[in-house]
């Protein structure tokens, strides 16, 4: 098999997540299509540009929160994906709770749900990585098997890069 050459990163699929912060005070959320765990899962890192309106929260309160949403709130994702909070009041999308933290909004109807504090931020002008610890998670007792995680039942939006730039749906269990 011949190999091609194509632009990017093609490291797929990836969960999106709607990042949280409070700015002045009030919730605000952002999508995030490249966010990954590190270190078995006690840390999360994303990359944001610099010109954002949630980074001003992340940088005033030092957290965020990380919200997995479900297939049924693409029109909520995209919405906070094509509107800045500058303009548009996020917070009335979602019911918002609160954590151990108290300054990382969570979004209620997201099936899961972490509360990080910022342990260090990189400048990479014009963007910064944003590394947080995970304090705390939470998702929705109908997602659980045996008290584990299934991933089939959060039904996760997907993200591609290197190819269409779309939404997907999570696949089929192929082992177990």
């Given amino acids: 098999m011949m190999k091609e050459e194509i632009r990017g990163n093609v490291l797929n699929p990836l969960p999106v997540a709607l990042v949280g912060a409070l700015v002045d005070g009030k919730p605000n959320y952002l999508v995030i299509g490249y966010i990954s765990p590190f270190n078995f899962g006690k840390h999360i890192f994303f990359s944001l ?44 999308i979602f019911d918002t709770f609160f ?25 990479y002008d014009p963007n ?7 304090v705390k998670s939470y998702v929705d007792s109908d997602v659980l098997v045996d008290s584990k995680l299934d991933m089939r039942k959060v039904h996760p939006l997907i993200w591609t890069i290197g190819g269409d730039f779309n939404y997907y749906q999570l696949g ?5």
């Fill in 99 to 123: 954590g151990e933290l108290k300054t990382a909004p969570m979004i209620r109807e997201c099936p899961l749900n972490m509360e990080c504090e910022v342990t260090e931020i990189l400048d």
């Fill in 49 to 92: 540009y610099k010109k954002r309106y949630t980074r001003i929260g992340i940088h005033e309160n030092m957290t965020f929160s990380v919200n997995i949403p479900s297939e049924s709130l693409l029109e909520e994702t995209k919405v906070c994906g094509s509107k800045s909070g500058r303009n548009y009041d996020k917070s009335s």
């Fill in 128 to 134: 910064e990585g944003i590394i947080g610890r995970v």
């Fill in 172 to 176: 089929n269990r192929i082992d177990g």
